[in-house]
Each structure stands twice: as structure tokens, then as C-alpha cells.
């Protein structure tokens, strides 16, 4: 995340703002999504009073909070421009994002079209389908900075867009409409803020704490509506009101996209969109939705009333990290979990069982990646590869953050105190320093943050789990017995970001064939990918030792099919956390205050 700098000296930025189109006159668009055959946005953009200062059109190579490079000028098929009398003017692509009118000031009428992320493929760095785009006969699904883009120099100008599609459509967006009926953004920042998605879909609204409370779904074959999605979330909705006090906003979207895959859900300040696979509607898949739903919509805290310098205008020219990807994506973990227990939506071993999976993923990845070095390595090879454990290491620090907290305050006030206080303090308007945030909370807390901060967030010390649950009177247990055998492959298998891998492979499967870093391809003979690998891994479980399996494996650009047979190892439970049948009167009044609200 980032703010746009200029490459020319601050005295030249006040010169060249004269030359620069007026900024309240407002970019209009019209997308043709009538026109769907070809799987591409037809766009036109009527524009006025262009000068030198915004010859370059500019496409994202990257959005907020996807922390994943996208260059989307490699989905543009054709790019023209035309003057007042419909003649060309000339255009150049001078880079995988921009294009530079050759007379800018002619410039009336921009026109291009722009193909869907989700069914083109590219080599590189494709965008999660949750932050691209879709065209279908039945829907379309908009993220706006994977359909526009700007001139330069109006990053910052009111945007008016006008969809044209099937009269029977449904339109789920929080985007306001104008008194003409058309869809409008205070700015860029804004459209790429604000999905869309439109065509057959199910509606159900209600009203939490103050705040509207919207819900589109669309389900490729109608199992599931949004009405049974918002009343499995009304307990969450009021949580969420309690442990926030107040929301911070007064309008709240939920876009839900369920068709043939897995891709999971992308917050934004406003809504939040989600792309799932469909299956048949069950009480495991609302709670399991209404779990992401929490996180998604503690982001109306963070990043949107919390936020640095690096996120108040973001740069869509050029990726630009920040070190506080723990408090956007961590903190918002943690409060998701928190705020379901402190409202008794889950229950104390729930909770901790969660913790328990947090702690697995986290030793699965690189324990030395610190936060700080993964928030400043998100869009490079090497962080994406840790990335996933911001949801986990990070959410684990800021659960430890919070009962540290709560010790030294004497239970007076915990993370969740702290984070509405810095809310109100800053709000959405207004950006800390990145540089610093860490003095900041720490002046506004306890002298001690300071080493917390600098052992756990910007080094990555191992974490205190036993000594801080001990505080609360839970006991945590690194490894324990747990009494009967259990089956398994014989054999650890890994994502490593790109593809599946093995490694600790025993003597006896190296013997049949299978070798340390072997790519997993099929097991049984099913093709192991993203979208089914936990179905496999749950056909795996229902499997006893000795039964025989067929593992296909990549070595050296070579398919091999090996046969082998399920193992039996000792059931080892690790990092068991279990409450303390006998903690100290202190311990379990700590433990109290830190299961409410205070």
C-alpha cells in the first residue's frame, strides 16, 4: 500500500498543477455489459480540458489491501482515442500499465476494451479472482481497477460511471447513484474501493447498530440466497456492534459469488466481496461464511479509520509496502475471533482450538520472517511465500498484544480499548506516520510496547505462549501423548506458493520411488490443485493404515505413478492449550475481563 510521490521536486508539482485538467470536473464512463460474448469491458470515457499534465493513462499494477502485483494493462486488448469530431488521435503504449496521448488537449472521447482476469490467462502474477474480474451470460462481476483506469494528475478526480446491462438485473455495490441513475466515486481510490457485482441475483437487508446492512448473492444453480446467509451473520453483525461500540460506517455491502471454486474474500472500506465454491446450503457452510465475513468486516476499523501515510492515496503506479500489515490484516484477525467470544458466539475451547491452527501455520512457514520484513516483502516472490502468515502469526501476536495489555493495565484496557481509541483519534480522513506507529501506540500505552514491539513484531522472537496464557490461567502445552495411533501418508506435503511438494519422505517410500522435493500432482489419480486439495486431504483421513494409494509426483519435468501404502504414526497433539484447574484467583479474574468487552 502506498501514497503516489511525484519523480520532480515539490516547487515543480506546484508549477505544473495549473497544467493539469480541472480536478472537480468529473471522469465519466460508460461500460457497454450488454456485449458479453467476447469476455471483455467495453469502455468509454468522455473527458474535457486534458493537457500536457495528463497525457499518460494509466492502469493499475497493483490494488489496496491484494498486496499482490496485477499489472491489469496486460487484460487491454484495444486502446483509441478520439477528438470533439470522432477523428483519431494518436495513442502509444509506452509501458505494461500506460498509454500516452500524443495531443492530449483534442482528447473528448477515450474508448478501449479490456478483458476479464478470470478466464485469461497470463504468465505471471495472476490476480486473485476475488480482486479480478468476471463476464458470464447470467453476471458480471466488477473490480474497479480491473475495468479503469486515469489520466495522470486525476487519481484524485470525481468519477461518474454508467453501466448498461439486462433490464432484469440486480446490482449489489455500496457505490451511491447520482440523479441521473449512474454510479459515482469521490475519486479513483474510491471505484477501485466499491466492487460490483450485477446480473441474477438474490437480495436481503437489515439494520445493525445504526448502519444498513446489505446482501447480493449470486449462486450458479440457486442453492444459496442471501437471506439465509444474513441470518446465520445477525449474531455476528451485533457482535461486531458491541465490540466496536459504535460502526463506523453507515452503510455496509456484502457481495457473495458462489460458483465452481475456492478463492476466499477481499475486504474493502465500505463492503466486501467473496468468492466461494457452491454447494449445497448447511449451517457448516453459514458459520463457516459468516467466520470470513467477521474479518472482512473488522476492516471498517482497519485499515479504513486506522491507516498510514502509504495507504491515504494509494499508488497504483508502483506497488509501495507497508511495514503495519500486522495491524490491517493481523490485528483484524485476532478481532475477529475475539469479538465471536467475548459475545459467547464460540466457546473458550473453540477459540483456543483456532489458536492451536494458527500456531500449526505459522511453523509450517519460516518462524525467523518477522511481520515488519513481511509487510515490507509482501509484493516480492520471497514474502508472497510467507504471506499467508499474517492471518496467523499475526493475528497470534496481537492476541498476546492484547493480554499483555490487560496485565499491565490491570485489566482496565485491553488491544480492543486501544484500537477504538486510535480510531476516533484518526479516523478516515487522517493518517499516522509510518515510520512512527510504533512510538505512537507506545506513548499512548505502556513504556514496556516498546520491547513487545521489537521482539515480536519487527524481530520474530519465539512467541510466549505458555508464559502469557499462564496469565490467564490456560496452560499451553508445546507437544503431549495423545494416545492412539493414527494414519498417514508417511510423508509431509507442502504448498510452497506455486506448486505442491514432499519432503520428509521415509526410507520405505524413497524405496518405492518417491524422493525429498518430488511435486505432488495426483493422488488416486485426481489432479491436486488449489480448489481441491482440501477435499483430498479429507478423502485422506477416511483412509486406515495399510490401505493402498497411488501418489503421482514431478521430478525434473518427468510424471511418475508410485504405489504405496498408508503409515501409522503416534497421535503427537501440539500446541494444546487447556485451562488450568487450578490458576489463582488473579489468573482467573484476568481471564474474565479478557473474555468481555469492557
Known amino acids: ?65 491484494t498486496y499482490q502485483i496485477m499489472d491489469i494493462g496486460r487484460y487491454v486488448r484495444s486502446f483509441k482515442a478520439f477528438d470533439a469530431k470522432g477523428r483519431e488521435v494518436k ?69 461518474e460511471v454508467k453501466l448498461n446491462y439486462p433490464t432484469d438485473w440486480t446490482v449489489g455495490t455500496a457505490l451511491e447513484k447520482n440523479e441521473k441513475g449512474n454510479f459515482v466515486a469521490a475519486n479513483y481510490d474510491r471505484i477501485v474501493d466499491s ?21 447480493y448473492t449470486y449462486s450458479k444453480t440457486d442453492k444459496i440466497k442471501s437471506d439465509q446467509l444474513l441470518n446465520n451473520m445477525q449474531a455476528m453483525l451485533t457482535a461486531a ?65 486506522i491507516h498510514s501515510e502509504i495507504i491515504q492515496q494509494f499508488n497504483f503506479v508502483t506497488p509501495t509496502p507497508s511495514e503495519h500489515l500486522w495491524l490491517y490484516e493481523g490485528v483484524t484477525e485476532w478481532a475477529s475471533d475475539a469479538m465471536q467470544l467475548r459475545d459467547k458466539l464460540i466457546d473458550l475451547p473453540t477459540y483456543l ?61 485491553g488491544l480492543r480499548e486501544v484500537i477504538n481509541e486510535l480510531a476516533t483519534e484518526f479516523g478516515p480522513n487522517k493518517a499516522f506516520p509510518e515510520k512512527e506507529f510504533f512510538d505512537l501506540f507506545t506513548k499512548k500505552t505502556y513504556p514496556e510496547i516498546a520491547d513487545f514491539f521489537n521482539r515480536y513484531v519487527k524481530a520474530a522472537e ?51 520411488g518417491i524422493q525429498e522435493n518430488d511435486e505432488w500432482i495426483a493422488f488416486n489419480g485426481t489432479t491436486v490443485n488449489m ?13 486406515k493404515a495399510g490401505d493402498p494409494y497411488k501418489i503421482t509426483i514431478r521430478r525434473n519435468g518427468q510424471d511418475s505413478t508410485v504405489d504405496a501404502t498408508m503409515q501409522e504414526k503416534a497421535n503427537i497433539k501440539q500446541f494444546v492449550f487447556e485451562v488450568n484447574p487450578q490458576a489463582t484467583p488473579q489468573q482467573v479474574q484476568l481471564r474474565e475481563v479478557w473474555m468481555r468487552n469492557l
Open 1 to 65: 500500500m502506498k501514497i503516489i510521490r511525484l519523480l520532480i521536486p515539490a516547487v515543480a508539482v506546484l508549477f505544473f498543477q495549473s497544467a493539469i485538467a480541472d480536478p472537480t470536473t468529473p471522469l465519466r464512463y460508460e461500460v457497454n455489459l450488454n456485449d458479453r460474448a467476447d469476455d471483455q469491458f467495453k469502455v468509454t470515457l468522455h473527458v474535457r480540458g486534458l493537457t500536457d499534465g495528463n497525457a499518460i493513462y494509466q492502469f493499475a499494477s497493483t490494488a489496496p489491501g
Open 195 to 215: 466492487p460490483i457485482l450485477l446480473g441474477r441475483l438474490t437480495k436481503a437487508s437489515t439494520t445493525v447498530a445504526g448502519a444498513q446492512v446489505d446482501v
Open 241 to 305: 456492534g458491541k465490540f466496536l461500540k459504535q460502526l463506523p460506517v453507515k452503510r455496509y455491502t456484502f457481495l457473495y459469488h458462489f460458483e465452481d471454486q475456492d478463492w476466499g474474500a477481499w475486504e474493502h472500506s465500505y463492503s466486501s466481496e467473496y468468492v466461494i465454491r457452491e454447494e449445497e446450503f448447511s449451517k457448516k457452510l453459514a458459520d463457516n461464511m459468516t467466520s470470513i465475513a467477521a474479518h472482512e468486516f473488522f476492516h471498517v476499523v482497519t485499515p479504513l479509520n
Open 462 to 512: 519465539p512467541l510466549p505462549f505458555k508464559e502469557y496464557y499462564g496469565k490467564l490461567g490456560i496452560n499451553y502445552i508445546p507437544a503431549m501423548d495423545g494416545g492412539e495411533k493414527v494414519p498417514t501418508l508417511g510423508m509431509k506435503a507442502s504448498f510452497n506458493g506455486s506448486k505442491f511438494v514432499l519432503s520428509k519422505v521415509p526410507e520405505a517410500l524413497q524405496k518405492a
Open 91 to 159: 495513442t502509444e503504449q509506452i509501458s505494461t500499465n500506460q498509454w500516452k496521448l500524443d495531443k492530449p488537449a483534442q482528447v473528448r472521447t477515450v474508448r478501449y476494451s479490456i478483458a476479464e482476469t478470470w478466464d485469461t490467462p497470463v504468465n505471471e502474477h495472476k490476480p486473485y479472482n476475488m480482486c479480478g474480474t468476471s463476464i458470464e451470460q447470467d453476471h458480471v462481476l466488477i473490480n474497479g481497477q480491473g475495468v479503469f483506469g486515469y489520466p495522470t494528475g486525476m487519481q484524485a478526480t470525481p468519477i
Open 531 to 543: 480448489d481441491n486439495v482440501a477435499k483430498i486431504q479429507a478423502d485422506i483421513k477416511q483412509l
Open 353 to 413: 482450538n483456532e489458536q492451536t491452527q494458527k500456531i500449526v501455520y505459522d511453523k509450517s512457514l519460516d518462524t525467523t520472517y518477522s511481520l515488519s520484513k513481511l509487510g515490507l516483502t509482501c509484493y516480492t516472490d520471497e514474502g508472497q511465500r510467507q504471506y499467508g502468515n499474517i492471518y496467523a502469526r499475526g493475528a497470534l501476536v496481537a492476541g498476546l498484544l492484547d493480554i499483555r495489555l490487560l496485565e499491565l493495565s490491570n485489566g482496565a484496557r
